[in-house]
């Protein structure tokens, strides 16, 4: 499979996963989100891989 593939295959299933939550639910397991997860005061810098 060709690197282009891949990566619109990958674009294409997040984006249909994200597609199919409401916004009050997390997309896997289906739980209702509140304000006190802890997963609200998360900012992108907190996500970075390890080099």
Known sequence: ??????LLLIISAAGF???CTTADT???SGEQCTPEDPVQTL????CQLPV
């Open 1 to 6: 499979m060709s690197k282009t593939k891949a």
């Open 17 to 19: 996963l994200s597609a």
């Open 26 to 28: 997390y997309p896997i």
């Open 43 to 46: 900012d992108a810098v907190d």
